[in-house]
């Protein structure tokens, strides 16, 4: 129950793997009397820019640019590229420092240019540019969910990296391919396809880099064989022959 009284139901996020609720119906008979509306923003409390609500996840028009620092941080987490150091401070320093403007900078950064940053000596440089540079080997599905695509989550990207098996796969599927892959429906799916063009720039920074854009273990499904023909029996002009057909 929410804070003004409302039944609300658990369903299954796509986006965190668990159960997320949703507000089916108030519960007059519980209400004090005590309660307060809650004030829908109509603006980013981030920016101030304007809000898409076009989706249940409502967010800033701005996406990944409004918060930059969330973005970075969340792909570089545990579940995602992995990147141990990162701190949120360190990624903001980046940032102010203009060396990185989205997550996939990071592989990109000399040594020069972190030992420049303040507080950051010769050993804490090596162990996050060690770090970095480990998190290129990360699996499809760990790179794909760092990406942050709406409606994917952990698991979503897992089923999609072994589905396809490679970035290009992915990127090269429409709408009806996206929707093969297990818990992706009709509504999403196109979601999906246009967060991946939204995403191309920074995707193909990522395969310069040297990121891995494969599932380890996936191999492309065999080809159907080719159907053999069917030798032509042939002709005989004698009508007493077994093989005999009239001619044309």
Same mark, same amino acid.
């Given at each position: 129950m929410n804070l003004t009284g409302n039944i609300t139901s658990p369903r299954n996020s796509t986006v965190t793997g668990s159960a997320s609720p949703r507000v089916e119906a108030p519960v007059v008979h519980l209400r004090t009397g005590a309660e307060q509306p809650i004030a829908i923003p109509q603006v980013c409390p981030s920016c101030g820019d304007a809000i898409d609500a076009s989706q249940e996840?409502?967010? $800033?028009?701005? %996406?990944?640019? $409004?918060? &930059? !620092? &969330? /973005? !970075? %941080? @969340? *792909? *570089?987490g545990r579940d995602q590229l992995d990147i141990e %150091?990162?701190?949120?401070?360190? !990624?903001?320093?980046?940032?102010?420092?203009?060396?990185i403007a989205d997550f996939a900078d990071l592989? @990109?950064?000399?040594?020069?240019?972190?030992? %420049?940053?303040?507080?950051?000596?010769?050993? /804490?440089?090596?162990?996050?540019l060690a770090a970095i540079e480990r998190a290129k080997a990360q699996p499809? /599905?760990?790179v794909f969910c760092a990406l942050g695509v709406r409606g994917t989550g952990r698991s979503m990207s897992r089923r999609i990296a072994r589905h396809f098996g490679s970035m290009d796969a992915v990127r090269a599927a429409d709408a009806e391919a996206i929707q093969a892959v297990e818990g992706i429906g009709?509504? =999403? /799916?196109?979601?999906?396809?246009?967060?991946l063009v939204e995403l191309a720039d920074l !995707?193909? =920074?990522l395969v310069k880099a040297g990121v891995t854009m494969t599932e380890p273990g996936w191999s492309h499904p065999? +080809? #159907?064989? #080719?159907t053999p023909?069917?030798?032509?029996? #042939? +002709? $005989?002009?004698?009508p007493g022959c077994p093989s005999w057909s009239p001619a044309r």
């Open positions: 996840r409502w967010r $800033c028009v701005r %996406g990944r640019a $409004c918060r &930059a !620092i &969330a /973005s !970075i %941080g @969340y *792909a *570089a %150091g990162l701190a949120e401070n360190r !990624i903001q320093q980046l940032l102010d420092a203009g060396l592989f @990109y950064l000399t040594r020069e240019q972190v030992l %420049g940053l303040e507080r950051m000596g010769a050993t /804490s440089t090596d162990n996050l499809l /599905s760990r009709e509504e =999403k /799916s196109p979601v999906v396809v246009a967060e !995707i193909d =920074k065999p +080809s #159907p064989a #080719p023909r069917r030798a032509a029996r #042939p +002709s $005989c002009r004698w």
